[in-house]
């Protein structure tokens, strides 16, 4: 007893904490990880900045979009991250530069009965992954066809990566490679012949797509950010809705001025 | 030996005797004080006096043994015996002081923690403060919370920043592997402990020594201004009338010590050292758990202990400093207590030399070690005195000795310690056992009352500055602050600590630990939520009155807003501003961000927004949107066609996988039901993500095969056709135009926006046109979901088609051309005409009109009309018709006709 309390009382206390430490740590990860998982709480503890990005999934039904993106996240899998609950809607996060980019994939219905559905999708994507197929010539014309609605209603300066897959079956190829390229230069997307089966350049048509993301400015990260733009959108909105009614006016106001003032 | 008879004049007189017999010479003044402390008690349970005369005098001897190791202590520090000519002596003060460093952090918070402040500002108010004092500000440079502590003079600079670092769940000091709950905590452990800081934090002397809640409202009334105002004055002088003159110089020195001795243990560590010292950014949440664990080491056995064995030496030693430098934060926690000891135990009267001897005899066995420097300033203030050096040595032992009489904590079986110290004096007898027992009793009642408050007592953990007389016993603030970290909540401090007494102690503590584990990781964001909450509802405050006026107004105007996303859109824009504000104003005391880390602020406050706000709106909301349903027939519509898509089997929606079967549909029903409990979209969001992943778990069916939207969709669609629920359509709207707009790209997002096209297409499911394209009314209602998405990401975007006209321009020679311009919904036909002027070039617009074309049949609009809005009305309409906008010449009619064969571009 007496020596333990020579001891210096540091060590003591460091080494019970440690010993604790673990235990406490599980316990919070067992408190706190459904909610991580539902809310996609950022951990703040790495020091690179995050930045999430939208990728939506589009192509027709069939082209193997979601085997691309299975591939894509199950390779090199990180147990510790939180799966998401099913194959529709992936993350997975990987190093860019200072920053990691958080890609939260959105796969799409690809029949022609959900079409309809496809811009809640795609707006606000950082970037859209179009899948077709190289043994269908169908696919490809599929694939034109989406482009052409994100060059017209889709985000302004969307990245545009376009997936020809099966590559593995390429002798019985009906869309040429040449083809897809010369598409892909006219439009200014990425191009790659990609193989989920065999695991064939998954990686590399998202390194393509991390590579135009502009950079995240330092400051507009995160919830900051999100206050901040919110902000403005408050004082935007609010002159629209101002003519609603007469309490709101009051209340907007209010509002608009201390949103203002804390500008 | 007259100790018997002080202690019943002390008991019996008054106040105002005590210290005319103080007068007479120091050592009864002492004494005086002492018994004045249990003539306080005394007379406050109203009893001891009675029992204190009845004190035979062969008691004389035990009593006297009793007490000595507190005599003992009292003569090492002799300066109180003149700090007490002021009517306050130590022991009373300590009686009454119940505020907390904690409790007085969290009540000057306005004055110490100034986010807001600037470098030079921070420089400018603490030059002009002593060393150690400290401010909170967020450092503009490093984008983060720092301490920024005033370094003693001859340091260099004035000041020195020390950055705060804030994980999801923590604060902590850079470097520091000691985790905090909240700022407070933070800030009151390294009042205590300085870990990584040269030396332990200062409050300004006005906080330090203000004993009631009223005193530190005050104080925390002048913010910022306290710093220049008179509250705020040196140490030096405010203290000075309670600090005698001649003894001010040992004092002084003593304060120099161990100030040298702060800075000095900085200086001889190297970077390297202090580095070692850390745990290396293991995270540690170290304060209620391990300061307890700690705490029990020591002064837990050693109250134990220390009565029954007379040589409490051995037990008491731990808290001399290890031979090895120490970690910083262990130094100044076991430096603290011993130095305020001291301190109190310079009030207690001076016994005569022999007791010193006798206490060395009995409970000093070994050669005392080396004094570490804590004991050297102690023995120096004895000196003063004219004691021995060996008395400073004593000194643990007899304030170990005295630890049960004061202290114990709470918790503790009450009997135990008295009949203990009894024995441990060597010669109890029974006649003077109940007396003292009466009188240990209370004392021990007293310090327990008093322990939990006076946890992270200030004083003690000032030791480098303060000399006052009026801390309380160390070792129970020790086991109080310990105890006050665990039991977490600073902001309802709590009146009392009611402790059953058939508990054993470790039990207790044990269980303590655990609770204060789960409080202090649970509480900070708990609170915040409460706090926000309940100020919601005070009408006092600013956001009282924006939230309650808003929820009243909404409640009572039902006509005030015109669609189902409407009346959702502004509420939702409303939770947005009024966090908006929250997160600026200064109305939340204290401030969010000293209580929550800042990447979790905005979480924490949309949950408040979702209980002051949603939760007592709901009833309102749910009943709204029924009404505006059943008002445009779309719950007819979706009725009748659930019926149809329920008759439709799996194949014809698409779906060639397993599907739920009928107890799973009645799983899911059940989850959708208990969604419709819920106010908050998250919690929602949550559920509807179970529902998800129960399909999946059908879908896959063991095969390990991963399904995505091909077949994911249709099922879902088969689903919720299967479930039947109308309310389902309101739940949808609710979590998609309630839930934080950040969330929207997640998986909440992304299978809430599934579910919304799932259930369009069951809205838009017609026998013959069971797979054709939404209906423009839905689009309408996605278009407008996305424009709430794309406003709230602030990028304006093309893809906000809602924002774009097609214009066609006809001009006679020309024919036709088509132009796509930004036209938003409030802009009037006249300013479309004018931006048609301009983009098609036209020299004279007083001729040029827009028109409407549709049913082959052409409209002038009128200029105070908006284009927008009659596109919108003509999407909506249940048949969509062809139609366009073009401008061309008022007179032009003729070429109408042409036009009209023409046109295939437009709309």
Same mark, same amino acid.
């Given at each position: 007893?007496?020596?333990?309390?020579?001891?210096?009382?540091?060590?003591?206390?460091?080494?019970?904490?440690?010993?604790?430490?673990?235990?406490?740590?599980?316990?919070?990860?067992? +408190?706190?990880?459904?909610?991580?998982?539902?809310?996609?709480?950022?951990?703040?503890?790495t020091?690179?900045a995050?930045?999430?990005?939208?990728?939506?999934?589009?192509?027709?039904?069939?082209?193997?979009?979601?085997?691309?993106?299975?591939?894509?996240?199950?390779?090199?899998?990180d147990?510790n991250?939180?799966?998401?609950?099913?194959a529709?809607?992936?993350?997975?996060t990987?190093?860019?530069?200072?920053?990691?980019?958080?890609?939260?994939?959105?796969?799409?219905?690809? $029949?022609?009965?959900?079409?309809?559905?496809?811009?809640?999708?795609?707006?606000?994507?950082?970037?859209?992954?179009?899948?077709?197929?190289?043994?269908?010539?169908?696919?490809?014309?599929?694939?034109?066809? =989406?482009?052409?609605?994100?060059?017209?209603?889709?985000?302004?300066?969307?990245?545009m990566?376009?997936?020809g897959?099966?590559?593995?079956?390429?002798? +019985?190829?009906?869309?040429?490679?040449?083809?897809?390229?010369?598409?892909a230069?006219?439009i200014?997307?990425?191009?790659?012949?990609?193989?989920?089966?065999?695991?064939?350049?998954?990686? /590399?048509?998202?390194?393509?797509?991390?590579?135009?993301?502009p %950079?995240?400015?330092?400051?507009?990260n995160?919830n900051?950010?999100?206050?901040?733009l919110?902000?403005?959108?408050?004082?935007?909105?609010?002159?629209?809705?101002?003519?609603?009614?007469?309490?709101?006016?009051?209340?907007?106001?209010?509002?608009?001025?201390?949103?203002?003032?804390?500008? | 030996?007259?100790?018997?008879?002080?202690?019943?004049?002390c008991?019996?007189?008054?106040?105002?005797?005590?210290s005319?017999l103080t007068m007479?010479?120091?050592?009864?003044?002492?004494?005086?004080?002492?018994?004045?402390?249990?003539?306080?008690?005394?007379?406050?349970?109203g009893?001891?006096?009675?029992?204190?005369?009845?004190?035979?005098?062969?008691?004389?001897?035990?009593?006297?043994?009793?007490?000595?190791?507190?005599?003992d202590?009292?003569?090492?520090?002799?300066?109180?015996?003149?700090?007490?000519?002021?009517?306050?002596?130590?022991?009373y003060d300590?009686?009454?002081?119940?505020?907390?460093?904690?409790?007085?952090?969290?009540?000057?918070?306005?004055?110490?923690?100034?986010?807001?402040?600037?470098?030079?500002?921070?420089v400018?108010?603490?030059?002009?403060?002593p060393?150690?004092i400290?401010?909170?500000?967020?450092?503009?440079?490093?984008?983060?919370?720092?301490?920024s502590?005033r370094?003693?003079?001859?340091?260099?600079s004035?000041?020195?920043?020390?950055?705060?670092?804030?994980?999801?769940?923590?604060?902590?000091?850079?470097?520091?592997?000691?985790?905090?709950?909240?700022?407070?905590?933070?800030?009151?452990?390294y009042?205590?402990?300085?870990?990584?800081?040269?030396?332990?934090?200062?409050?300004?002397h006005?906080?330090?020594?203000?004993r009631?809640?009223?005193?530190?409202?005050?104080?925390?009334?002048?913010?910022?201004?306290?710093w220049s105002?008179?509250?705020?004055?040196?140490?030096?002088? %405010?203290?000075?009338?309670?600090?005698?003159a001649?003894?001010?110089?040992?004092?002084?020195?003593?304060?120099?010590?161990?100030?040298?001795?702060?800075?000095?243990?900085?200086?001889?560590?190297?970077?390297?050292?202090?580095?070692?010292?850390?745990?290396?950014?293991?995270?540690?949440?170290?304060?209620?758990?391990?300061?307890?664990?700690?705490s029990?080491?020591?002064?837990?056995?050693?109250k134990?202990?220390?009565?029954?064995?007379?040589?409490?030496?051995?037990?008491?030693?731990?808290?001399?400093?290890?031979?090895?430098?120490?970690?910083?934060?262990?130094?100044? +926690?076991?430096?603290?207590?011993?130095?305020?000891?001291t301190i109190? $135990?310079?009030?207690?009267?001076?016994?005569?030399n022999?007791?010193?001897?006798?206490?060395?005899?009995?409970?000093?066995?070994?050669?005392?070690?080396?004094?570490?420097?804590?004991?050297?300033k102690?023995?120096?203030?004895?000196?003063?005195?004219?004691?021995?050096?060996?008395?400073?040595?004593?000194?643990?032992?007899?304030?170990a000795?005295?630890?049960?009489?004061?202290?114990?904590?709470?918790?503790?079986?009450l009997?135990?310690p008295?009949?203990?110290?009894?024995?441990?004096?060597?010669?109890p007898?029974?006649e003077?056992?109940?007396?003292?027992?009466?009188?240990?009793?209370?004392?021990?009642?007293?310090s327990?009352?008093?322990?939990s408050?006076?946890?992270?007592?200030?004083?003690?953990?000032?030791?480098?500055?303060?000399?006052?007389?009026?801390t309380n016993?160390?070792?129970?603030?020790f086991?109080?602050?310990?105890?006050?970290?665990?039991?977490?909540?600073?902001?309802?401090?709590?009146?009392?600590?009611?402790?059953?007494?058939?508990?054993?102690?470790?039990?207790?503590?044990q269980?303590r630990?655990?609770?204060?584990?789960?409080?202090?990781?649970?509480?900070?964001?708990?609170r915040?939520?409460?706090?926000?909450?309940?100020?919601?509802?005070?009408?006092r405050?600013?956001?009282?009155?924006?939230?309650?006026?808003?929820?009243?107004?909404?409640? /009572?105007?039902k006509?005030?807003?015109?669609?189902?996303?409407?009346?959702?859109q502004?509420?939702? $824009?409303?939770?947005t501003q009024?966090?908006?504000?929250?997160?600026?104003?200064?109305?939340?005391?204290? #401030?969010?961000?000293?209580?929550? #880390?800042?990447?979790?602020?905005?979480?924490?406050?949309?949950?408040?927004?979702h209980?002051?706000?949603?939760?007592?709106?709901?009833?309102?909301?749910?009943?709204?949107?029924?009404?505006?349903?059943?008002?445009?027939?779309?719950?007819?519509?979706?009725?009748?066609?659930?019926?149809?898509?329920r008759?439709?089997n799996?194949?014809e929606?698409?779906?060639?996988?397993?599907t739920?079967?009928?107890?799973?549909?009645?799983?899911?029903?059940?989850?959708?039901?208990?969604?419709?409990?819920?106010?908050?979209?998250?919690?929602?969001?949550?559920?509807?993500?179970?529902v998800?992943?129960?399909?999946?778990t059908?879908?896959?069916?063991?095969?390990?095969?991963?399904?995505?939207?091909?077949?994911?969709? #249709?099922?879902?669609?088969?689903?919720?056709?299967?479930?039947?629920?109308?309310?389902?359509?309101? /739940?949808?709207?609710?979590?998609?135009?309630?839930?934080?707009?950040?969330?929207?790209?997640?998986?909440?997002?992304?299978?809430?926006?599934?579910?919304?096209?799932?259930?369009?297409?069951?809205?838009?499911?017609?026998e013959?046109?069971?797979?054709?394209?939404?209906?423009?009314?839905?689009?309408?209602?996605?278009?407008q979901w996305?424009?709430?998405?794309?406003?709230?990401?602030?990028?304006?975007?093309?893809?906000d088609?809602?924002?774009?006209?097609?214009?066609?321009?006809?001009?006679?020679?020309?024919?036709?051309t088509?132009?796509?311009?930004?036209?938003?919904?409030?802009?009037?036909t /006249?300013?479309?005409?004018?931006?048609?002027?301009?983009k098609?070039?036209?020299?004279?617009?007083?001729?040029?009109?827009?028109?409407?074309?549709?049913?082959?049949? =052409?409209?002038?609009?009128?200029?105070?009309?908006?284009?927008?809005?009659?596109?919108?009305?003509?999407h909506?309409?249940?048949?969509?018709?062809?139609?366009?906008?073009?401008?061309?010449?008022?007179?032009?009619?003729?070429?109408g006709?042409?036009? $009209?064969n023409?046109?295939d571009?437009?709309?």
């Amino acid at each position: 007893m007496k020596g333990m309390k020579q001891t210096n009382p540091g060590t003591t206390e460091s080494k019970l904490e440690t010993v604790h430490v673990t235990s406490m740590d599980s316990l919070i990860k067992i +408190i706190m990880l459904p909610l991580q998982t539902a809310l996609k709480i950022d951990n703040p503890r790495t020091g690179l900045a995050k930045h999430k990005l939208k990728v939506c999934l589009l192509g027709d039904t069939g082209v193997g979009k979601s085997s691309i993106v299975c591939r894509f996240v199950q390779d090199h899998f990180d147990h510790n991250i939180s799966p998401t609950i099913g194959a529709s809607f992936m993350t997975k996060t990987v190093p860019c530069g200072n920053e990691l980019h958080k890609f939260l994939i959105w796969d799409t219905a690809g $029949q022609e009965r959900f079409h309809s559905l496809a811009p809640m999708y795609y707006r606000g994507s950082a970037a859209a992954v179009i899948v077709y197929d190289i043994t269908k010539q169908d696919s490809f014309h599929t694939l034109k066809k =989406w482009v052409k609605e994100l060059k017209e209603h889709g985000p302004e300066n969307i990245v545009m990566a376009i997936a020809g897959n099966k590559c593995d079956l390429s002798d +019985i190829r009906e869309v040429p490679l040449k083809d897809a390229k010369e598409y892909a230069e006219s439009i200014g997307a990425i191009v790659v012949e990609t193989s989920a089966k065999n695991a064939v350049n998954i990686e /590399e048509l998202f390194q393509g797509i991390s590579r135009q993301i502009p %950079p995240l400015d330092p400051h507009e990260n995160g919830n900051n950010g999100a206050i901040k733009l919110g902000k403005q959108t408050s004082q935007t909105e609010l002159a629209t809705d101002a003519d609603l009614d007469g309490v709101d006016i009051v209340l907007s106001n209010q509002l608009s001025e201390l949103a203002l003032s804390c500008m | 030996m007259c100790c018997v008879q002080e202690l019943e004049a002390c008991s019996g007189v008054s106040v105002g005797k005590m210290s005319s017999l103080t007068m007479k010479d120091r050592g009864l003044d002492k004494r005086g004080s002492f018994f004045k402390l249990i003539d306080t008690i005394a007379s406050e349970i109203g009893e001891l006096k009675q029992e204190m005369v009845q004190t035979d005098p062969t008691v004389e001897d035990e009593s006297a043994d009793l007490r000595r190791p507190v005599k003992d202590m009292g003569s090492v520090s002799p300066e109180k015996n003149d700090v007490k000519s002021c009517p306050r002596d130590s022991g009373y003060d300590s009686l009454s002081n119940k505020l907390s460093i904690l409790d007085k952090l969290l009540h000057t918070h306005p004055v110490w923690l100034q986010l807001g402040l600037n470098d030079a500002e921070a420089v400018e108010i603490l030059q002009a403060q002593p060393p150690g004092i400290f401010l909170v500000r967020k450092s503009a440079r490093l984008q983060k919370k720092v301490i920024s502590l005033r370094l003693p003079s001859d340091c260099g600079s004035c000041l020195k920043e020390f950055a705060i670092k804030e994980s999801t769940y923590t604060f902590s000091l850079e470097g520091s592997g000691i985790s905090f709950a909240d700022l407070f905590r933070l800030i009151a452990f390294y009042c205590i402990s300085r870990d990584v800081l040269p030396f332990t934090l200062k409050l300004p002397h006005a906080i330090a020594v203000a004993r009631t809640e009223a005193e530190l409202e005050e104080i925390a009334q002048l913010g910022l201004n306290f710093w220049s105002s008179s509250a705020n004055s040196n140490p030096a002088d %405010p203290s000075a009338p309670r600090r005698p003159a001649p003894l001010d110089g040992a004092c002084k020195d003593s304060r120099q010590l161990c100030l040298i001795n702060g800075v000095h243990s900085i200086r001889t560590r190297t970077p390297s050292e202090l580095e070692c010292s850390q745990t290396n950014g293991a995270l540690c949440f170290i304060n209620p758990l391990f300061l307890k664990v700690h705490s029990q080491d020591v002064s837990g056995s050693l109250k134990r202990q220390s009565p029954r064995a007379p040589d409490a030496n051995g037990t008491a030693r731990p808290r001399s400093p290890p031979p090895r430098p120490p970690p910083p934060s262990i130094n100044s +926690i076991f430096t603290s207590p011993q130095l305020s000891r001291t301190i109190k $135990q310079a009030s207690m009267p001076e016994t005569v030399n022999h007791k010193k001897e006798r206490g060395l005899d009995s409970l000093q066995h070994k050669p005392a070690p080396i004094p570490p420097p804590r004991l050297k300033k102690q023995a120096a203030c004895s000196e003063a005195e004219g004691s021995a050096r060996a008395a400073a040595v004593t000194r643990p032992g007899g304030s170990a000795g005295r630890v049960p009489e004061a202290a114990g904590i709470p918790g503790e079986p009450l009997p135990e310690p008295a009949p203990a110290a009894a024995r441990s004096a060597g010669a109890p007898s029974s006649e003077s056992q109940p007396p003292w027992d009466g009188g240990r009793q209370r004392l021990s009642d007293m310090s327990i009352s008093t322990s939990s408050s006076d946890s992270l007592d200030f004083d003690r953990s000032m030791p480098l500055f303060g000399y006052e007389g009026d801390t309380n016993s160390s070792l129970e603030d020790f086991e109080g602050e310990s105890d006050q970290e665990s039991m977490a909540p600073p902001l309802k401090p709590k009146k009392k600590r009611n402790s059953s007494f058939v508990l054993p102690k470790i039990v207790k503590s044990q269980l303590r630990k655990v609770s204060g584990v789960f409080s202090s990781f649970m509480t900070p964001e708990k609170r915040m939520i409460k706090k926000i909450a309940e100020m919601s509802q005070d009408k006092r405050t600013y956001f009282g009155c924006l939230v309650q006026d808003y929820v009243s107004f909404l409640q /009572e105007n039902k006509e005030c807003h015109v669609s189902s996303t409407d009346m959702l859109q502004t509420i939702r $824009q409303f939770m947005t501003q009024v966090k908006n504000y929250l997160s600026q104003s200064s109305e939340l005391d204290p #401030p969010i961000e000293s209580l929550i #880390p800042e990447d979790q602020i905005d979480v924490v406050l949309e949950k408040a927004m979702h209980k002051c706000i949603l939760k007592p709106l709901k009833g309102h909301i749910e009943a709204m949107l029924k009404e505006f349903h059943t008002a445009d027939g779309s719950w007819k519509q979706l009725k009748e066609n659930l019926q149809l898509v329920r008759q439709r089997n799996p194949q014809e929606l698409g779906v060639f996988v397993p599907t739920p079967d009928f107890v799973d549909v009645e799983k899911i029903k059940v989850k959708f039901m208990t969604m419709q409990k819920m106010y908050s979209p998250e919690k929602k969001v949550m559920l509807l993500l179970r529902v998800c992943k129960l399909i999946y778990t059908v879908m896959e069916n063991n095969s390990g095969r991963l399904y995505g939207a091909d077949d994911f969709l #249709p099922v879902l669609t088969y689903v919720i056709a299967q479930c039947d629920m109308l309310e389902l359509d309101t /739940e949808i709207e609710y979590m998609m135009e309630l839930l934080d707009p950040s969330l929207l790209h997640g998986e909440g997002g992304y299978y809430l926006t599934s579910a919304y096209g799932a259930l369009s297409l069951i809205k838009n499911f017609q026998e013959e046109q069971a797979a054709r394209l939404l209906s423009s009314e839905a689009r309408d209602t996605l278009r407008q979901w996305h424009k709430r998405r794309t406003t709230n990401r602030m990028i304006p975007s093309v893809d906000d088609f809602q924002n774009y006209l097609r214009v066609a321009f006809q001009e006679v020679n020309s024919g036709c051309t088509g132009k796509t311009l930004l036209v938003r919904p409030y802009i009037t036909t /006249e300013d479309v005409c004018q931006l048609c002027a301009e983009k098609f070039k036209v020299d004279n617009p007083e001729e040029y009109s827009l028109f409407l074309f549709v049913d082959d049949t =052409w409209q002038q609009l009128t200029e105070d009309t908006y284009p927008q809005k009659i596109k919108a009305e003509l999407h909506s309409r249940p048949q969509p018709q062809v139609f366009h906008f073009v401008y061309k010449r008022i007179n032009s009619d003729p070429y109408g006709a042409i036009f $009209q064969n023409n046109s295939d571009s437009a709309s």
